[in-house]
Nanobody, 126 residues
Framework: QVQLVESGGGLVQAGGSLRLSCAAS????????MGWFRQATGKEREFVAG????????YYADSVKGRFTISRDNAKNTVYLQLNSLKPEDTAVYYC???????????????????WGQGTQVTVSS
């Protein structure tokens, strides 16, 4: 089993930056693909970024490409999401998720992920 705890959310002005962290418990983190999703109020949860188990494959939603960067440190059982050039439309609860399949490529569908964190709020003011 994998437990995920997100941190790093907060209130930031448009154009600012944040770094989200997701700490994972369990010994299998290094074999898990990891993803970040977000859900804005009144909207469905959407994919943001994914990284495969080795870190060799990443994938981004078009809306964040070039602004957000996903990375992982398997020695620290942690995955990160660097958010730059933030926009008010980036306001959402951000969730990390773990994919146990050890796929060679990063995944983007919710049903491909097995474990989820509780989320961290990111609010971008204009």
């Amino acid at each position: 089993q994998v437990q995920l705890v997100e941190s790093g959310g907060g209130l930031v002005q448009a154009g600012g930056s944040l770094r989200l962290s997701c700490a994972a418990s369990g010994r299998i983190f290094s074999r898990c693909g990891m993803g970040w999703f977000r859900q804005a109020t009144g909207k469905e949860r959407e994919f943001v970024a994914g990284i495969n188990w080795s870190g060799g494959s990443t994938y981004y939603a078009d809306s964040v490409k070039g602004r957000f960067t996903i990375s992982r440190d398997n020695a620290k059982n942690t995955v990160y999401l660097q958010l730059n050039s933030l926009k008010p439309e980036d306001t959402a609860v951000y969730y990390c998720a773990a994919d146990l399949s050890r796929a060679a490529v990063a995944r983007s569908r919710e049903n491909e992920y097995d474990y989820w964190g509780q989320g961290t709020q990111v609010t971008v003011s204009s």
